[in-house]
């Protein structure tokens, strides 16, 4: 130290009051800098810490705005039908029409988790009974007064021109009309966004399938969470693009990414104007746009869409807990069933499936998933509709035997009866089908 400042003293031409003084110049300037240094970091850490408590103030909110929902769920939902009035119908692009439906009593509307479904009790001339069917809710739950759904005539298979085209949405879409008076039982089903989390999501859509994408998507943007959501949609064509201006309101949030699929554009659709890719959604567009595989995925779309997804995304290593999808009528994904195991030497026959009022007397397949695809398979016809076990309408009476059911039903059917969609059999049954 004293070699120091007899350097400094030289270099200032010896004088030791000057060298003081610019001694304790730089003493102070350095106890300036080490105090704004500290000064610094205690508002950074100030700061993140008043940003952490934001966002968890941002989450209670957030649970007790959820809770305050269910409640009103409870509060305000009903059971059986409630009838409800067709204020608007609007067409959405070919065969493709969303009804607005308002309470016809006017009171007020429980609100609903995003991606789940009406059921709809129709009075079809022609019918002997109520034909009934489930439909997505296409709206955000933040919609107060009235509900939207949006639905697709449904043509015949296309290779099975002899069968008639779908009974349900094309009384929809040739006979409702803004006025009617429909019966609809209140929302449900188990396919649904939690709101309470934070984790990064994929919507994958197929068409009509946009559905509960939509109301998933919506709700994320309307709420004001900076949840990731990444938004694939594909058709063929902008014929077929349905709920365009809903899909383009959601690409203005920063947090959502709609991605936007044509297979078979028109000449005079433009590729980043009226879509973003040429083909269909598929995994390995997933791969190529995804910063990693590590999100929740939610698919509707028909049957071979999601099946092909499914197995894309597992292949990818995408767990299946994190692979969520809408299971109406037989767009269901099929998982693979493992290899067939040889029956044990002594073991029984196949249970022997009689359906009663069709005169059929068959050997169970145990790959088939449950009875109402087996009754299918053999020509007998049972009501359906949603496919999950909430509807009901797939209820048959059992005349002898018992069913394992592969999920509890939302609503049991009284005794001595089951929901087809969600049971197999136990042993030999006769079912009054």
């Given at each position: ?186 929302p ?11 984790t ?9 399938g ?13 709420s ?7 938004f ?23 947090n ?58 597992e ?90 059911y ?21 042993g ?6």
């Open positions: 130290m004293q070699t120091i400042i007899q350097q400094v003293q030289s270099a200032l031409g010896g004088e030791p009051g000057l060298v003081l003084g610019y001694l304790l110049l730089g003493l102070l300037f350095v106890q300036v800098v080490l105090s704004a240094t500290s000064a610094a970091r205690r508002l950074a850490h100030e700061r993140e810490q008043q940003r952490l408590a934001r966002e968890r103030l941002q989450n209670l909110v957030r649970a007790a705005q959820a809770t305050c929902r269910e409640a009103e769920e409870i509060t305000l939902g009903w059971n059986g039908v409630r009838k409800f009035t067709v204020a608007e119908k609007i067409r959405e692009c070919e065969d493709v029409f969303s009804f607005r439906l308002v309470p016809h009593d006017r009171k007020p509307l429980p609100a609903f988790k995003p991606g789940q479904y009406l059921t709809f009790s129709l009075e079809i001339p022609g019918r002997d009974k109520p034909v009934v069917r489930c439909y997505s809710l296409s709206d955000s739950p933040g919609q107060s007064g009235h509900y939207r759904v949006t639905i697709k005539r449904e043509p015949p298979p296309p290779d099975r021109a002899e069968v008639p085209p779908g009974v349900a949405s094309s009384y929809f879409a040739g006979n409702v009309k803004a006025g009617d008076i429909l019966n609809v039982k209140a449900t089903g188990h396919f649904y966004l939690d709101m309470n989390k934070v990064p999501i994929v919507l994958l859509a197929g068409g009509v946009v559905t509960p994408m939509l109301s998933m998507a919506k709700a994320v943007a309307e004001g969470s900076k949840r990731e959501v990444w694939f949609f594909g058709c063929r064509s902008g014929a077929e693009h349905m709920l365009r201006a809903d899909m383009e309101a959601l690409a203005k949030y920063s959502i990414r709609v991605e936007v699929c044509y297979s078979r554009p028109a000449p005079n659709e433009v590729q980043g104007r009226d879509y973003q890719h040429v083909g269909r959604v598929t995994v390995e567009l997933l791969k190529k746009l995804l910063p990693a595989n590590n999100f929740e995925y939610f698919m509707c779309g028909n049957g071979a869409f999601m099946k092909t997804l499914n197995d894309g995304l292949a990818w290593g995408v767990p299946e807990k994190d692979i969520h999808y809408e299971a109406f009528g037989p767009a269901t994904v099929k998982k693979t069933a493992a290899p067939a195991i040889a029956a044990p030497v002594g073991s029984g026959p196949a249970p022997k499936i009689t359906f009663a009022k069709s005169g059929k007397s068959v050997d169970w397949n145990p790959a088939l998933a449950n009875l109402l695809d087996f009754a299918r398979e053999q020509g007998v016809r049972i009501d359906s509709g949603c496919c999950a076990g909430s509807c009901g309408s797939c209820v048959v009476a059992i005349k002898s035997g018992g069913v394992d592969l999920k509890a039903p939302d609503a049991p059917p009284e005794d001595g009866s089951c929901l087809t969609c969600i049971c197999k059999p136990k030999d049954l006769v079912l009054d089908a």
